[in-house]
């Protein structure tokens, strides 16, 4: 299944990893800029306007970071969504 190419699931096979991600040049927890935060606060914003809770469309804001960065830590995971669509951690 993975093939290091750096590609995502469901393209051309293989895996996102961090240091050569399809999605951008860092993870977007590190400072580096990350293509897929458009997607993620996309997400975010479309569940809300669906009428779903902050709190579903916060779950769905982090599968579609983590279908980008499946290896990431849950925690930065969590604080990078967090930090995207809140502007900051949300506690």
Request: aromatic share 6%; glycine share 16%.
């Amino acid at each position: 299944m993975a093939s290091g190419n750096g590609k995502h699931p469901g393209g051309n096979g293989g895996s996102c990893e961090q240091a050569s991600c399809d999605c951008g040049q860092g993870d977007g927890a590190d400072g580096q800029p990350c293509a897929c935060r458009a997607a993620v606060t996309r997400a975010y914003a479309g569940m809300l306007e669906g009428g779903a809770p902050a709190s579903v469309a916060l779950e769905a804001a982090l599968r579609v970071y983590r279908y980008h960065h499946p290896h990431q830590a849950d925690d930065v995971a969590q604080t990078t969504v967090e930090t995207w669509v809140f502007r900051g951690p949300h506690h």
